[in-house]
């Protein structure tokens, strides 16, 4: 583990506010409260006008999919366990690039520029190549997300 991580090296030097620029943790509840009826995701970071959605992706595919190699479980697993996050942060960009934001909003009055959206794996969901094609064509082409104008494409860290 980087030394600087685990606390242990030298401390980062602030940098110096910029004019109008924010930054600010969007929490779940705060996004919640000013979107009731959304789903939300689990949280965010706002960058100036830019802001970064993320969503924690903890489950696991099933026994069937991983070593199986069962397709039809392959799916029911991904569905249930990335498409539906997928969801949630595509909703959630839709709600941040609103102009104007509503009343509570964690950005203020003023909506994103610019979203971009990201799954972190923390369980055994693989990802790979292969999976990373399916799930783009899956949440693109299938299920229309992320065809927000100043939305990106969701990534997935590993």
């Known amino acids: 583990m980087d030394s600087r991580a685990a ?3 030298p401390a980062a030097t602030p940098r110096p506010a910029r004019a ?24 965010g970071l706002g960058f100036g006008s830019s802001t970064v959605l993320a969503e924690v992706v903890s489950a696991t595919a099933g026994v069937a999919a991983r070593e ?15 498409v539906k996050k997928a ?8 709600d941040l690039l609103a102009d104007p934001q509503p009343a509570g909003s964690p950005l203020g009055k003023v909506a994103a ?7 972190v794996r923390d369980g055994h969901y693989p990802v790979n190549p292969i999976t990373r094609r399916y799930l783009e064509e899956e949440w693109s082409t ?16 590993a």
């Open 142 to 157: 299938t299920e229309g997300l992320f065809h927000i104008r100043g939305s990106a494409t969701l990534r997935c860290w």
């Open 68 to 82: 199986q190699g069962d397709v039809a479980a392959f799916r029911k697993d991904t569905e249930k366990v990335v």
């Open 87 to 94: 969801r949630q942060l595509s909703q959630s960009a839709l």
């Open 113 to 119: 520029k610019e979203v971009f959206p990201v799954a």
């Open 20 to 43: 109008g620029w924010r930054e600010q943790l969007l929490h779940r509840d705060n996004l919640a409260r000013a979107f009731p009826g959304s789903k939300s995701a689990d949280a």
């Open 7 to 9: 606390g242990q090296g």
